[in-house]
């Protein structure tokens, strides 16, 4: 089993930047991807970003209206990956949950994950 335990959401303006974490515990494993979604009210949980690691490297992937304004990393020793998200806007406006899967395929499909944070809440004002 892995748990999984997110922070770093909040209220900002537009044009800030926030940094969102998800702390893993648990099992370990060798090859895995976690993924960032995101789900505003009456909208479907929508891919965000995601990292697949096989051999200690990652691999980063994002969806469009993100590129290039989120960026993801992990502090390894901590067990934990970070969303660093900047350049934000109104419509970035949404719950954001952290995911993790044993399997490097599919990684924009929520159904695959395994294991979900709680997720947190991110409000960005025009």
């Known amino acids: 089993q892995v748990q999984l335990v997110e922070s770093g959401g909040g209220l900002v303006q537009a044009g800030g930047s926030l940094r969102l974490s998800c702390a893993a515990s648990g099992r370990t494993f060798s090859r895995y991807a976690m993924g960032w979604f995101r789900q505003a009210p009456g909208k479907e949980r929508e891919f965000v970003a995601a990292i697949t690691i096989s051999r200690s490297a990652g691999i980063t992937y994002f969806e469009e209206q993100v590129k290039g304004r989120f960026t993801i990393s992990r502090d390894i020793a901590k067990n934990t990956m970070y969303l660093q998200m900047n350049s934000l806007k109104p419509e970035d406006t949404a719950v954001y949950y952290c995911?993790?899967?044993?399997?490097?395929?599919?990684?924009?499909?929520?159904?695959?994950?395994?294991?979900w944070g709680q997720g947190t809440q991110v409000t960005v004002s025009s």
């Open positions: 995911a993790a899967q044993q399997s490097l395929l599919n990684w924009d499909n929520p159904r695959r994950y395994d294991y």
